[in-house]
């Protein structure tokens, strides 16, 4: 018997756009990022979050009014689709099987479009959605809040909830283009426009001592809703994000070494835990802050930097705690511990937490001494 050892590498190339009033009909940035086929106008289905719609009354019609001046260009096959916001449309299969069943009547193929707009969430579903038709459609994400501009809409990855864990079920799949428009960040809540900030904290302490200065002398200006300084963070929280995919050597994360997740095992079991009424942004806030403790106690970081990275947070306005960090379990066990097994397992059974060590740069820890996560727990 002989062996055929495959081997092919496949390149991704993808352009994350910085842009103003993405739909005003002078603004001919989506048409250039969408080619047709040849011949032909790319055909589109547009997926748009209602939270956005809610916050926009004006969108609907911009956006309408936009495709029918580019109709040459690009073809709506149908009127925009509204999908429920938030961390539920990640809960249920409904959303997904409704685009797949558009998809499907309008005869979507290989190089129609799935424009994506709204928060994190929703990129996510709409994502894993376009991921699944014909192996693929060509992804146009439009984050809309902080989160989706500097995180979750820029990556590589797409998701739902199901078997009682965050993000059990999803795929790797690069957008075709991704469109920040800054203009959709003044419309947020004050709990959206902040939850974002907690993902430039998260890199800046595992990466870039220099832009965690930043962010805390910028802390009352984010707070106070300083729409400078935040696109300023945006732009920079993104980069980070993007140079580490690209330059990582592991951007489908085949390995164990996940530092983008720093924070996360702990801000995964809170969400869950509190019905998603703590979100992603809020609970990282948090897991941040354990793991930074615990790192404190480990003589990573110093007391100092500990206490720069709380006043920090909670100068933009984060909370760094939250009455769930008291839940015991049947054991009388912080119940928050049950997510540091859950991340194991996501991970593929060999836990690596990323630490700070010190501020600015990283350690990969494959184990936790729980009785000092338990005081980390405690502290915070």
Known sequence: MTTIHQKFTVSFKYPVHFTRHVFDLDNSLLAETMP??????????????SGVVAANPA?????????????????????????????NVKNGWSSVREIMTYAGLEHLDRQSYIIAIGGGAVLDMAGFAAALVHRGLRLVRLPTTVLGQNDAGIGVKNSMNDGGAKNFVGTFAPPFAVINDFEFLKS??????????????????????????????????????????????????????????????DPFEFGSARPLDFGHWAAHRLELISNFSIGHGAGVAIGIAIDSAY?????????????AIIKGLQGCGLATSSE????????????????????????GGDLCVTLPNPIGRKIEVHEMNRDLLKEAIRMV
Request: overall charge negative; some cysteine.
């Open 188 to 249: 947020l809540p004050f709990k959206e426009w902040v939850s974002g900030v907690a993902e430039a904290f998260k890199v800046a302490i595992i990466a870039d001592r220099q832009f965690f200065t930043w962010l805390c002398e910028n802390a009352h200006h984010i707070k106070e809703r300083d729409q400078g300084v935040m696109e300023e963070l945006v732009y920079r929280t993104a980069q980070l994000h993007l140079n580490h995919i690209a330059t990582s050597g």
């Open 59 to 87: 969108l609907l019609e911009q956006l309408n009014r936009w495709f029918a001046s580019n109709a040459a260009a690009i073809e709506l096959v149908k009127a925009p689709m509204i999908v429920p916001g938030g961390e």
């Open 36 to 49: 047709g086929r040849p011949g032909g106008a790319a055909r589109a289905l547009v997926v748009i979050d």
């Open 324 to 347: 769930l960090l008291k839940r015991l379990n049947s054991e009388g066990e912080p119940d928050l511990l049950e997510g540091l097994e859950q991340f194991r397992e996501h991970l």
């Open 295 to 307: 790192a404190m106690l480990e003589n990573r970081i110093s007391q100092a930097e500990f206490t």
